[in-house]
Every structure is written in C-alpha cells, then in structure tokens.
C-alpha cells in the first residue's frame, strides 16, 4: 500500500475495500488499518461523498488514487486526524481538484499544511499534473490560511467561495 511518509504524518489512499469498510463502520476502517480506535462517525453528507469517492474508484481501479479519500493519521498517536480527497484524474488541462478536512481537536498545529505539501509534491511528480484547485467557503479563513502555506493563490471567487490555484 502507497503510503505517503512525512515528519508527523503517515497520508495513504484508501483503496476499494477502504472505502467500504469506511462507509459502513469508520472503527472497522480504523482496525484494517491499524490505526487506534476512536468514536468518530461519518455524518450522512460524509457518507454521501464517500460514497461517491467509492464509485469514482469502481470505475477507476488502476487510478483509484486520483479518485478517492486520502486518511492522514498522525504517527505520534497512530490517530485518524483528517482526510484529503482527490477528486479527478489529470484533465486535457493538468487540472486536478482536491477538499480536504481535519478534526477539529487537531487544528492549528500545520498538520494540514504538512499533509498538503507533502501530497501536493506527490501529484506534481505525475507530469500530467500541471495545477492542483482547490475551493474555500469565504469565511473559513483557517483554510485560507492553509492554501497561501503551501503556495496557492486565489483565482477566482463566487458568491460562497474563493477558488485556489497551485501550479507546477
């Protein structure tokens, strides 16, 4: 299994049967992996997009790293801390979009940027990749903060978002 080693972290795609085992009980998820244990629980939107994730990588078995859930789990505690998505294999431009989220007792401890970066140099040493997107709510000024870390800049805005750019 692809596993994406930094300082802190360990970040890893989580395959088919991860995804299952995710959308039916997280703790089994948890266990497969070896991670601790903890109470958490998807919420039915979580699902919803899990699931989704869940066909892309059907339907995508080669490539289901560009199509699913990335876990981030954090070495010092073998704790799920958050989670990444790619969300599409390069487009005819390079474009690749990604969503990310982190629990809220982990945040403000960079553990995102470091994840970020460290995944972000993995999809540019594809040489179809030639800029990574992302989108924040307007008021999330944490995730703002995040993106201008790693070197997005923000492109274009709509009435509830700002969109970020990072290109190789």
């Known amino acids: 299994m692809l596993v994406i080693d930094t300082e802190r972290l360990n970040i890893l795609p989580l395959n088919q049967s991860h995804l299952e085992l995710c ?86 401890n960079d553990f995102m940027t470091e994840a970020l970066k460290s995944l972000t140099k993995w999809m540019f040493s594809n040489p179809e990749v030639k800029i990574i997107l992302a989108d924040t709510l307007k008021n999330n000024i944490p995730s703002h903060r995040v993106l201008q870390k790693i070197g997005m800049v923000k492109y274009m805005e709509d009435d509830e978002c700002y969109w970020w750019r990072l290109a190789k």
């Open 23 to 108: 959308i039916s009980n997280f703790n089994k998820l948890e266990r497969a992996l070896g991670l601790t244990i903890t109470d958490k629980e998807l919420s039915d939107r979580e699902k919803n997009v899990y699931e989704i994730r869940l066909k892309n990588v059907e339907d995508n078995p080669i490539n289901y790293m560009w199509y699913t859930v990335w876990i981030i789990a954090l070495k010092k505690e073998n704790r799920f801390i958050g989670s990444i998505m790619i969300k599409n294999f390069p487009s005819e431009n390079g474009e690749v979009v990604i969503g990310y989220s982190i629990e809220s007792d982990y945040r403000c």
